[in-house]
Every structure is written in structure tokens, then in C-alpha cells.
């Protein structure tokens, strides 16, 4: 089932649905709906000739007298691997830079001033085998190394901002392990790196084994096209992780990720647009496609027998606004970029409309959730 | 638009999708298949005769050696008032204790173990009206006055908890009003109060011309049935509200709210269901039904002309379950029960499959939260 060919839910709603009950469909499901993006005939035919799946969507803004609009457009980016996993891990590199640096090339066309990979972009999501070899072998120091030059040529290249979500080696402190996102700035400079703060221990994701939860708490970038911040993957899932990205500021948040079908799918259109309900800022949800084989067997922890695959990455990357629009999902297998036009001033529009900060009583949070993680913490349950 | 006869989302897709792309579009729409439930005939025929909608399902846990499952069946009431908004005070509460009396006999003929009813039950939602006559004689005691003795003989006459969410009038403490849900046990006595945490100020609804924000904080009620708590309308937005009460070993949440189709159709599946997903536990999302017409006219401050209902409210009643499946909704335009049988051992072990609380790193948001809400907070911004 996971591995099914079903290509994307819009595409069946729209193939099967009279026009006049799928107007309701569509708003029931995705909200106001998005117009689409005219993107330039070249990187049509660019994306044709290279084989992905390239979508435009805008979200648009009311008009203010004192500030213009802030045009903002992002590009995500889904993809397969592109050799098998067993080839030598430069070569899998290198074919990884290459086939994204392909799809900036089309998102440099189609106008993207931030770009941003899917996590652990580098590499197989190879944590389910539970080795370390040659997986660690994947690790890239955040400042220096081939990613990171290749993500800074890129940025200046293009004028572009580069979230580049990596297995991250930290010589400096112990040589630890980190998955970590690396965001450049348009100008090539590496702005700084946010790390993974929520780890699965979930099916296969055995992620734990290889890296501890992040350390650099919830910063967010002040890029020339607006405050953004990451949230990698797992971080989806909590709901305070999104909260404390948008009190520190963040216009828009990213979730590169990598998950599978059997585990997450129902699960991936509710989470990244609820944040962007509650926390009145535009999320990004990127998730990797197809089925990564590995050589050697390994198990899940199911009762099943070994194997040599952790299922179906769904791809189906797509963006969510304040508003509880969002826009179409890309493709759940082909390689894909989406790019999305945002204005950003719907951010505070939204904020001014609904009030959910303003209302939020964090004042009384903060002392209830100071007292939930004490160790003598007595629930607050009436009995009759 | 949100006055359209759309009777319902599940219903329109089953119409037209082919049985084989069904099956992908409501797995990654509405997550694992429930079961339907089987009612008895008499409440199948009742239904009809009362013309309501019934609807049952059922969510199933996984078996365990040292837990018995834990069965219990919720109920959720969606309606339309009954009288015209002009009808006198205390014939228009009457006429809803009647109507919400011959669906809860429905209820018990069903085997529902709690029924829940929608916010400010015993009234029209008056408060885009911005007066004060005579709606708040709607308002009653939580303790003593003609609604909570009719949910007090419900209880004990069926053996069920009522969860009955009115506007309260606190006479100890200055004549106060507030939004809250009066909890009642099987035995009939009061098992407590709860109060609308956050009050909105968006649209018509304008709420906190009548009560202020809720001084109750997250009380949880152990019932015979299971823990419940109740996050009032508004609060569903609120990913912390929801956080809470799970924190205080909330098993099921009830939602009861009333909400417009042009304000807020589209982030109706999502917020409720995140908030299943995110804290493990079921949540029960309840809206009322139809148009209400107030005999004098008020603005909406949007700039339109003034006018004399707030507009449709869209009923979709469902519950959502901790490992993200849903229910199907109740209708858009009908008075409806939706029955579902929950296996609360579900909730202990999603949180031991997924693990967000174990992950949630809450010492660390405890911290951020504390300093968040400081008037010399600095947000956690990266330049270049």
C-alpha cells in the first residue's frame, strides 16, 4: 500500500470530482484556494528534459498603506537517491550534488530566493541498518568540507539563500555527530546552523544511535528575505518546537524530513499545517521520495522478518500559510521542486486577525510547565 | 458558499472515487480505517423518527497481557436551536433540554458511557450581537438552576457522565459570567467545572464583550470511564491548551465549540487532530448546525453592511484518535450523535510507539517559556 503508485491526492480528487463539488472539496480540504504560479517556459521544459516535477503556487496578502507587499519565494526540494547505496560514498555524494544542483539551476529560473534540501540530503536515510559504517563516513563539518562549498557556490551563484540539512561531523567538540541544517546566506556566507532538536525512536528511524538532540535551541535566521528557521523532521510532532521558533520570530519554518508511508502518512498534511495555524507563519514540509535498498538485512522491531528497506518516502512536500491554505503536494514518487510565492506580510495580517499570541496566556504556560517537569509534580485530576 | 447544502466531505468522496483510489485517498485523508460500529435498531429507527443523524465506529487498541481493553463509548451532540432567538428566555432553553433529551435517550440506547454537547448549548450564540439583553439570562449556576438538574437526572437516569458546556453565572464571586463546561458524574453529583481558557476576538465572535479568560487552569476529571478533560471552542487553537491537559493525564479531550464555515471550515480537521496526534490521547471535536437569526441587526467590522446572523454553522462533529485516525464527520447541515467506542489502552501505547512526551524535552521549553514572556525578552535572532 505504501508503495502503491497512487501519484498524489489532488490529482485523484481533481480527476474523479464534478467541478462544482470539488470547489467545496478543495476549500473543506486545503482552504482558500492558491492561484497558480506562471513559472518561466524554460524551466518548464528544464524540469521536463531533467525529469522532475516542477509546481508554482502563490499566497497572497491583503494590501497595507504603510508597508509593500514582501514577495518571498521558496523553493523545496524532493528527490530519491541517486546511485545505490553501496557505492562508494563520494561518488553517492557527488551524484547527489549534482542531480540537486540541477534542480537550483530551475529554481534559480523560476526566481527562488531560498532553497531548502531535504534532510540529510548527502546521504541514504540509512539509520534504520543501525551501523555506523560506512554511514558516518557521510558526516560534513558544517563550515568546511564539499557540501558546504558546494551549498555556498550555489548561494552566490544564484543569489539565493541555501538551507542544506546534513549529517553533521563537530570536530571541535568530540567529533560528535549532529543532524544539523546549514543555512547560507545569498552572499555565500555560511549565516549559521541550527541541530535537530526532537530524535525519534520510532520504527525504523534509529536515529538515537547515531546523534543526541540538538544543542542550539531555537534560533532564527534573519535572512534579506525574511526570518526563517528549521525544524527537522521528527520536530513535527511538537507542537512546542514550532511555538518557540515563531516567539523567536520566524516568518517561515522548514521541515526537511524523511519518512515513510506505513508510519507517518496521515499524519504529514495535519502537522506542519496546524503550526502554521497556530504560530500565524508559512511551514514548509519536504519529505525524500522512493525506496532505499541496503545490502545487508536488518530488522524493525515488528515481529517481521529482516529485510533490506525501510518502506516508501512519500515525498508529497508542500507549503501551509497562516491563513490554513496550503498549497497542492508534490508528487509521492517522482523527484520534484515547488515553488512558492508568499507574501510575507500575511504573517502579521493573520496575527492581527486571529490573535493567537495575543490570547495566548504564556504568562500562565510557563508557570504550569515549570511546575509539570518537576519530579514532584502532581497532576491536576479532581475525583469525586 | 458556507451556506451551500455540501452535506458532507466523506460522503461527496465516496460518491465519486473508484472503490481502489478510495482506499489511498481516505488512508492518507483520514488514517487507518475505523470500524463502523453496530447500533441497536431501536436507536437506528429513533434517529430517524427524531431526524437526526446517527452515526457509530469504533477505534481498537492492540491486546495486552497485564490490561483488560478499556472500552468506552463517547457521544458526541451536534444541533440547531430549536426556537427563534426571539422566542422568550426560558421557552427557548426548554425547547433544547427537549431536543437534546430524545438524542441523548439515543445515546443510551447505544451505550454511550459520556456524552458531550456543544458550547453554550442552551442558547443562541448571541455574542456577535454585542448585547447584553437578553442574552446573558441564558446564562445559569454550575452548580444549581434548570440545566444542570436536567443533565443531573440524564446521568443518573442513563449512567453516563454529561459534559454540559453553558454560560455560567457565578454569583459568589460578583455576578460573573464565564464560558464554561459543568462535568457531571453517573452518579449525578457535579463532579466539577471548567472555564474557557481562551476568549476570541475575530469575527462576530465577539466573546470578550460577555466573560473573560478562564481561571479553572487544566483540570482533568477521573471518571468511572476515564480521564476527560474539556478545551472550550477557541482553545483548540491553542497547541499548549491541549498540551496541558494531556500533561494532566487528560485520556480523551472534548472540543465543544461553535464556528462559522467562512472563518474557519478549513483548520477545523486539522487543529483537533493534531491535537490527538501530538499528546496521545483522543480528542472530540464538536460544532454546531444552521443559520441563527437575530432580530436586530450588527456589523462584523469587515467593512460589509449590518446584517443579521453570523453565518453558517457547519456541524462536521468527529472525533480523532492518538495515532491519527479520525472518525468520519457529522453532517454539515444536520442535527447529529456520532457514537464512537474508544479503546483507551490505545492512548498508552502510541506514546509508547511514538514517544513525544519521552522526547519532548520539556525542562527546555520550560526555560525558553520562562524567558519568553520577560518584557526584556530577546528573541534568538542570527544575522549576517
Redesign the interface.
Known amino acids: 500500500?505504501a508503495g502503491?503508485p497512487?501519484e498524489s491526492?489532488e490529482k485523484?480528487?481533481e480527476k474523479?470530482?464534478?467541478p462544482v463539488?470539488l470547489?467545496?472539496?478543495r476549500?473543506?480540504?486545503?482552504?482558500?484556494d492558491t492561484k497558480k504560479l506562471e513559472l518561466s517556459q524554460c524551466a518548464v521544459e528544464a524540469a521536463l528534459e531533467r525529469d522532475f516535477e516542477l509546481q508554482g503556487c502563490m499566497f497572497e496578502a491583503g494590501q497595507e498603506q504603510l508597508r509593500q507587499p514582501r514577495i518571498v519565494r521558496v523553493g523545496l526540494i524532493q528527490n530519491a537517491i541517486v546511485l545505490p547505496t553501496d557505492a562508494p560514498v563520494m561518488e553517492q555524494i557527488t551524484a547527489l550534488h549534482r542531480r540537486v544542483g540541477e534542480v537550483v539551476e530551475v529554481a534559480a529560473m523560476c526566481g527562488v530566493n531560498i532553497v531548502c534540501f531535504q534532510e540529510a540530503w548527502t546521504m541514504p536515510f540509512a539509520f534504520c541498518t543501525r551501523e555506523k559504517m560506512p554511514w558516518t563516513e557521510f558526516a560534513e563539518s558544517a563550515e568546511e568540507g564539499p557540501t558546504i562549498r558546494f551549498c555556498q557556490e550555489l548561494a552566490k551563484k544564484y543569489n539565493m539563500i541555501v538551507v542544506s540539512p546534513i549529517l553533521e561531523r563537530d570536530e571541535v567538540h568530540g567529533d560528535t555527530l549532529w543532524n544539523t541544517a546549514v543555512v547560507v546566506?545569498n552572499?555565500g556566507?555560511v549565516?549559521?546552523k541550527t541541530r535537530k532538536?526532537?530524535?525519534?525512536?520510532?520504527g525504523d528511524f534509529n536515529e538515537s544511535t547515531y546523534y543526541m538532540?540538538g544543542n542550539t535551541?531555537?534560533?532564527?535566521?534573519?535572512?534579506q528575505f525574511g526570518?526563517i528557521a528549521v525544524n527537522i523532521c521528527?520536530g513535527r510532532?511538537?507542537?512546542?518546537n514550532w511555538?518557540?521558533y515563531s516567539?523567536?520570530?520566524a516568518e517561515i519554518i522548514f521541515n526537511p524530513s524523511a519518512t515513510v508511508g506505513e508510519l507517518?502518512?496521515?499524519?504529514w498534511?495535519?502537522?506542519a499545517?496546524?503550526a502554521a495555524?497556530?504560530n500565524h507563519c508559512f511551514t514548509c514540509a519536504i519529505n525524500r521520495v522512493g525506496t532505499e535498498h541496503f545490502k545487508n538485512e536488518f530488522t524493525s522491531a515488528d515481529g517481521k522478518k529482516a529485510h533490506q528497506d525501510l518502506g516508501y518516502f512519500y515525498g508529497s512536500s508542500y507549503v501551509a500559510a497562516p491563513d490554513?491554505?496550503r498549497s497542492p503536494g508534490l508528487s509521492r514518487t517522482r523527484d520534484g521542486l515547488l515553488v512558492a510565492e508568499l507574501d510575507l506580510n500575511l504573517t502579521r495580517q493573520i496575527n492581527d486577525?486571529?490573535?493567537?499570541k495575543?490570547?495566548?496566556?504564556?504568562?500562565?504556560?510557563?508557570q504550569?510547565?515549570?511546575k509539570?517537569?518537576q519530579d514532584d509534580f502532581k497532576?491536576?485530576?479532581?475525583?469525586?
Open positions: 500500500m502503491s497512487f491526492l485523484t480528487l474523479h470530482i464534478p463539488e470547489k467545496d472539496v476549500r473543506i480540504l486545503f482552504g482558500n546566506s552572499s556566507a549565516l549559521g532538536n526532537h530524535i525519534p525512536r520510532v538532540e535551541g531555537h534560533q532564527v535566521f534573519q535572512t526570518k521528527y510532532h511538537h507542537p512546542l511555538f518557540m516567539m523567536n520570530g507517518s502518512e496521515p499524519m498534511p495535519i502537522e499545517r496546524n495555524i497556530a490554513g491554505s486577525k486571529w490573535g493567537f495575543m490570547t495566548g496566556r504564556y504568562d500562565m504556560y510557563a504550569e510547565l515549570t509539570a517537569v497532576p491536576n485530576i479532581v475525583k469525586e
